[in-house]
């Protein structure tokens, strides 16, 4: 098969609508991580992003490129991985690497329904299914989690009694309060012993270019929760006409009582329901607050595809026990919260050192709501 190496900014115009169509061709609800402007984007703030096509533009395969190791375009913060291409097509393993100059492409969010054959573990991603629309899921949450659902109503009734009245803000341009909210979710990772990822230029600066989308199949979302003039929570994802990432939720915390990230996540899926979302990914990872707003689950992979090399079987000697005991402590609920009370221990430490103040919410990479 012909295969082709290019970076994300040279494909044409005529590549970027045979690639949307390919993605579409798959699912009615096609998902932003998966679409040319998130790889664009991703391509115009690291030099390692590429993307291969196959055919005659049969296939889209987006990938980062570390030596000869390859990993998904945005690694790290992807909640869906893979590629885009026509039904039926046989993508050959061993041909795709050897084009893209890789031996081992390693994945964790993969779409499930690709390269099956590859495949270590399936783990669960949640989501919020809204085809009926927001009521109908509200009814739901309500008879599911009426305790959630009725406290966090109240609480929003208060917050508006006690700080002003609620306003929410689906889309907002506003770049000062994306910036204000990625300050507060730097203090949260470094709060909670996690990795800073917006102490990464590159990461910030892909998050301002995916805001600055606004097209009619791809939008860098910021939805802004305010009780009177402040700013009380707020989420920036990217979505498509169908489906929304929940990717950076955080509030600040002098506004905790009120449970702002649950009143956020409960507008946010009303105004996102109101503009034709009918699903909401919240991401893998096992979090309480998740488990008590799903209503659903999808499957993503992950594996790693390679072409026999001594650099690939040296790749499998790290990588596999890497992978092992990460599952491990992740699957197991007491060394879960073992190894999430010493990051939180080892944070608040770091953070009192460096005499941090900065508000920041609870919780992991992805945010405890």
Same mark, same amino acid.
């Given at each position: ?11 044409? &115009? ?60 945005g ?38 329904a ?28 309500? &008879?599911?989690?009426?305790?959630i ?14 700080v ?14 994306l ?20 102490? &990464? ?23 802004l ?46 105004a ?14 096992e979090k ?17 595809l ?13 990588? &596999? ?49």
């Amino acid at each position: 098969m012909k295969i082709r190496v290019v970076r994300p900014g040279e494909l044409g &115009e005529s590549e970027l609508t045979r690639w949307r169509a390919l993605q579409r061709a798959h699912s009615a609800r096609p998902n932003p991580f998966l679409s040319p402007e998130y790889a664009r984007a991703v391509g115009e703030v690291r030099d390692d992003a590429f993307v291969a096509v196959l055919g005659e533009s049969e296939a889209f395969f987006p990938f980062q490129r570390s030596g000869r190791i390859g990993t998904p375009i945005g690694t790290g913060l992807s909640d869906l991985q893979g590629m885009a291409y026509a039904p039926g097509l046989e993508v050959p393993v061993r041909e795709l690497l050897a084009a893209c100059g890789l031996a081992v492409w390693e994945f964790d969010h993969l779409d499930p329904a690709q390269f099956p054959g590859w495949h270590k573990a399936l783990h669960p991603s949640p989501v919020i299914d809204m085809s009926d629309g927001y009521e109908a899921y509200a009814k739901d949450l309500a &008879e599911r989690s009426n305790k959630i659902y009725k406290s966090t109503l109240k609480k929003e009734r208060r917050l508006a009694r006690e700080v002003g009245e609620i306003r929410f803000e689906f889309d907002a341009a506003d770049g000062d309060a994306l910036h204000t909210l990625l300050a507060w979710k730097s203090a949260q990772y470094r709060r909670t012993g996690r990795t800073d990822r917006f102490a &990464e230029p590159w990461i910030v600066s892909l998050v301002e270019r995916l805001h600055a989308v606004k097209t009619d199949l791809f939008v860098g979302s910021l939805g802004l929760l305010y009780a009177g003039d402040h700013l009380i929570a707020g989420n920036f994802g990217v979505r498509t006409e169908s489906t929304l990432i929940g990717w950076f939720p955080v509030y600040d915390v002098t506004y905790a009582r009120y449970s702002p990230g649950l009143i956020h996540r409960l507008r946010l899926c009303q105004a996102a329901a109101a503009a034709g979302v009918t699903l909401m990914d919240l991401g893998r990872g096992e979090k309480g607050y998740k488990d008590s707003l799903k209503n659903g689950e999808l499957m993503v992979a992950e594996g790693r595809l390679s072409r026999p090399s001594a650099r690939a079987a040296a790749h499998w000697l790290a990588y &596999e026990p890497r992978r092992r005991l990460t599952n491990l402590v992740l699957g197991t609920p007491a060394l879960y919260k073992a190894a999430d009370t010493v990051a939180k221990r080892l944070g608040r430490r770091r953070a009192g050192d460096a005499g941090d103040e900065i508000n920041m919410a609870p919780g992991s990479a992805r945010s405890d709501l």
